[in-house]
């Protein structure tokens, strides 16, 4: 989508990092990319569950830190009712939760004693005076039911506010339940759990009671079966959906996709493990956003088109993008959008990170869709014709120039115009390595070029974009940009 050119300084604002001593400490982020997450984590995952809060609420919701079953439905609930979750240890509450924990009026202990033991209730007891209950079961599903039976009560002997779609996950692993937990918080409906195979008989039970309106399946039939579809058909008279993708992070996509028309926050996580998404997924309910995954250095292009579709609507000024996990879990690459590659490429330094020279152009870190194919590491070329150029050979000309030192190959990128750009402009961009014209190629709307020239040995590079054609002045904000899509060098 295109943004409006305001947008670098409020998005970098507010891009803050929470990270090192108990309680927190912020620094503003260094990369200007108004599209960057920002990033919320601790020194561990005790510390990271208290950050996610956002802020105290009423309700806090306790869930063991060192297993993921008891945490998994309690996002959803937490996020509906508007609570937190905080992971604990079985024996005691670390401090950066209970410096948190003190605000809330109601306390809710997911898990039996096995999970979260009793020296936790006693100290909640002895230095709270919150109204404490558990949420517990002989096993996971039990759990999850309890919990749905506990927030979700509804008038004895009567199908009075059925719910409107419970939202359903195999038990035996986390990504399907963590991101369909933020689904259901934002349908106000429980996340139940399931075996491959069998509906558990404390989850038929808890449908029995809900008559909920509709049922979604998280996951394929490798998680959750077609056996276990057809016989959640017997408790709703609405449809029973499946939503799934080819791996988890597809399955986050099409949850989102599913649930949300648009969203004005977004929060990733960690794909590859549980323990920040237990805490995120309450704060992506609460907040009535997705929860999506990603690898540790990179994000889908997929997932990265999906975030803009869900703020594609949104004014920026209301836009908010928030991780949470440490950097060895998301890293500052996966936080700056950054798409991943074919197995077996070489890794990239992007211009963005590196050290900027000097230029006309209006530099920017952005990023744009081109010819369908979404680059969120781009640099933007504002070539006005109305500009002077710095080169008397090509009128009309913006450069920028970034140090190489001679430590790369090559450099690479996709040029080309915005897709949503309909101003008519075309540019010849030229790839200068100490001055020796190294490339050439002219771009128009709908049809990019591939600059990819060998740097070796290069001190200096430089980009220029000449405008050959478009609308004198602009009509519309950007109408004159041309892209250097995921412009970086190896």
């Known amino acids: 989508m295109m943004r409006k050119p305001h947008a670098v300084a409020r998005r970098a604002a507010a891009a803050v990092v929470l990270a090192g001593l108990v309680g927190g400490a912020a620094a503003g982020a260094a990369d200007a990319s108004p599209i960057r997450f920002a990033a919320t984590y601790g020194v561990d995952r005790y510390q990271t569950s208290a950050f996610a809060d956002g802020n105290p609420t009423a309700t806090a919701f306790l869930v ?58 006693s100290w909640l007891q002895q230095n709270t005076k919150a109204q404490l209950s558990r949420a517990q079961g002989l096993d996971r599903f039990d759990t999850a039911a309890d919990l749905s039976k506990q927030f979700f009560p509804l008038a004895a002997g009567t199908a009075a506010d059925p ?11 986390y990504p399907d339940a963590l991101t369909g937990s933020a689904a259901a918080a934002h349908e106000t409906s429980p996340l139940l759990l399931v075996q491959r195979d069998t509906v558990p008989a404390s989850v038929v039970a808890e449908l029995q009671r809900l008559k909920p309106k509709a049922i ?26 499946r939503v799934a993708g080819s791996d988890r992070y597809q399955t986050a996509d099409r949850v989102s996709a599913r649930f949300f028309p648009a969203a004005a926050n977004v929060t990733l996580v960690s794909g590859q493990t549980y323990a920040d998404a237990l805490s995120a997924g309450a704060s992506a309910g ?12 990179c ?9 803009e579709r869900l703020q594609a609507t949104v004014d920026e000024t209301d836009a908010s993008l928030s991780s949470f996990g440490y950097t060895d879990r998301i ?5 700056k959008r950054t798409n991943c590659q074919p197995t077996g490429t070489a890794p990239k330094t992007y211009l963005d990170d590196l050290t900027y020279v000097e230029g006309s152009a209006r530099y920017r870190i952005d990023h744009a869709t081109i010819a369908g194919h979404f680059y969120p590491r781009s640099t933007a070329f504002d070539t006005d014709p109305r500009h002077q150029a710095p080169d008397t050979q090509y009128p009309n000309a913006d450069y920028g120039s970034w140090t190489l030192g001679g430590k790369y190959s090559r450099f690479s990128t996709v040029a080309g115009i915005a897709d949503e750009n309909t101003s008519g402009i075309s540019s010849i961009v030229r790839v200068y390595g100490d001055e020796q014209l190294l490339g050439e190629v002219s771009v128009s709307r709908g049809k990019p070029a591939t600059l990819d020239v060998d740097v070796r040995g290069v001190s200096r590079i430089k980009v220029t974009t000449t405008t050959t054609g478009g609308k004198t002045p602009p009509t519309t904000a950007r109408a004159n940009y041309v892209y250097l899509g995921d412009a970086a060098v190896n």
Do not use: C, F
């Not at 609460?286 to 250095?297: C, H, K, V």
């Not at 994000?299 to 975030?307: D, G, M, Q």
């Not at 890293?331 to 936080?335: D, F, I, K, L, T």
């Open 64 to 121: 063991s830190g060192d297993n993921y079953p008891d945490g998994l439905a309690a996002g959803a609930v937490a996020g509906a009712v508007g609570g937190n979750v905080y992971l604990v240890q079985k024996n005691s509450i670390p401090q950066s939760v209970r410096d948190r924990i003190v605000y809330a009026q109601r306390i809710v202990l997911v898990g039996s004693e096995a999970s979260v033991g009793s020296d936790v209730m």
């Open 286 to 297: 609460r907040s009535g956003g997705p929860l999506l995954l990603t690898a540790e250095d």
């Open 331 to 335: 890293s500052e690459s996966a936080n």
């Open 216 to 241: 979604t399946v998280v996951g394929g039939s490798e998680r959750v079966s077609d056996t276990v579809l057809a016989q959640l058909k017997t408790y709703t008279a609405g449809s029973v959906d």
């Open 299 to 307: 994000l889908t292009e997929a997932t990265n088109v999906e975030i």
């Open 163 to 173: 719910v409107s779609n419970v939202v359903i996950a195999t038990g035996w692993d």
